[in-house]
């Protein structure tokens, strides 16, 4: 069965920092491009930062570039979003989504929701 969850979340003051994880079964993180998404209240989901299978090439969006940081352990089957300097517009739930490589099906997380209060 495959799943893909994600941990970490929960509420910060701003200009903290939280860790969130992305477990994956099912399938071997080697093999998809892992990245994060978010979607704040009544906004779309917009990809925030990438990492390709292999970890060379990585995109973050300019709102949380210089501040947040995605990393891959592909030995463990996860995928990693650290968040400093957070805001309060960094606020939404946020989601691990997995793309083929190569071929084969893309996977999303349910999502974990991040609170910064002032």
Request: aromatic letters at 12%.
């Amino acid at each position: 069965e495959v799943q893909v969850v994600e941990s970490g979340g929960g509420m910060v003051q701003a200009g903290g920092s939280l860790r969130l994880s992305c477990a994956v079964s099912g399938f071997l993180t080697r093999g998809y491009h892992m990245s994060w998404y978010r979607q704040a209240e009544g906004k779309q989901r917009e990809m925030i930062a990438s990492i390709s299978h292999l970890g060379g090439n990585i995109f973050y969006a300019d709102s949380v570039k210089n501040r947040f940081t995605i990393e891959r352990d592909n030995d463990k089957n996860e995928a990693y979003l650290q968040m400093t300097g957070l805001k309060l517009e960094d606020s939404a739930v946020y989601y691990c989504h997995a793309s083929p490589a190569f071929q084969g099906l893309d996977y999303w997380g349910k999502g974990t929701l991040v609170t910064v209060s002032p």
